[in-house]
Every structure is written in C-alpha cells, then in structure tokens.
C-alpha cells in the first residue's frame, strides 16, 4: 500500500514540474566582436614559410604541441585573453565554426582570438586565406 501511495505521489508531481535539463540551466549566449586572426603547427620541410624559415614559424606560432590549458591543439582550438573569455568558454565563430577557448597567445590580448586551422602547408594557406577579421562571434560562458 505504501508503495502505491508513493508511486501515485511521483506521478502526480511530475505533472506540476520538469526536472532541469543541463541546457536549461545553461547561461544564454551573448555575441560580441572580436578581431579573429589565424595560426597553425608549422612542419618542417615544408616548401613555403610565412616567415621565411621553420625555426621562424615556430617561434610566432608555438611548438604547436599543446596549448596553454595543456591539450594538443587541433582545428575548434581557440587562442584568448583568458580575462576576456575564460579557457572552456564555446564561441561560434562565422566562417569558421565552433570553437573551445584553450589556448593564449603572445599578442592575443582584449577582444582579440586566434583559430587554430591545423597543421603543415594546408594550415598555412587557410590561415593565410583567414587574414584578420572584424567578426562578431557567439560566446557561450563555462
């Protein structure tokens, strides 16, 4: 009998609330603009350099072995002042797509972020084609 009290309870209540969802409880997104440039891991042999030679590109774009926050980089890897957007903060980034803040950078400071667009020659010429935008990019706080 009490079993049934108890089951009558639940059904009853479940009909005057939902239980929250982990996309309910998330902070809505806002948007804002950013100055967007572009880096890659740069391989050596490659046959063209931005900077003229590997040990140069290396030096501008890091080792490319990890990030800051300590994971490989990869393409959605996004390189931010972590006072402007936290390491873990989701961006939306128009013509590149969506992106996870887990990088910092030298000159990336304010509302300015790097895109990670891969590694070798292929990385080179997107991030050459990338150039430095004005973008209004989707945040999604942590």
Same mark, same amino acid.
């Given at each position: ?5 108890? &089951? ?14 982990? !996309?309910?409880?998330? @902070? ?5 603009? &950013? ?11 490659? +046959? ?14 890091? !080792?490319?072995?990890?990030?800051? +926050?300590?994971? @490989? ?42 895109? &990670?667009?891969?590694?070798? !020659?292929?990385?080179? !010429?997107? +991030? ?15």
């Amino acid at each position: 009998m009490a079993a049934s009290a108890l &089951f009558f309870l639940l059904a009853a209540s479940s009909h005057n609330f939902a239980l929250a969802s982990d !996309e309910d409880q998330a @902070a809505p997104a806002e948007k804002k603009t &950013f100055v967007v440039t572009a880096y890659y891991k740069p391989l050596p042999g490659q +046959s063209r350099y931005l900077c003229g030679n590997y040990k140069s590109e290396k030096r501008m774009n890091g !080792e490319g072995l990890k990030t800051s +926050s300590g994971t @490989a980089p990869h393409e959605g890897t996004v390189a931010a002042d972590p006072r402007v957007l936290p390491y873990g903060t989701k961006v939306n980034i128009p013509g590149y797509g969506e992106g996870k803040v887990e990088d910092t950078g030298g000159a990336i400071k304010g509302n300015r972020i790097d895109v &990670f667009m891969g590694e070798g !020659e292929s990385a080179l !010429e997107k +991030s050459v084609a990338w150039g430095k935008k004005k973008v209004e990019i989707e945040i999604t706080p942590v």
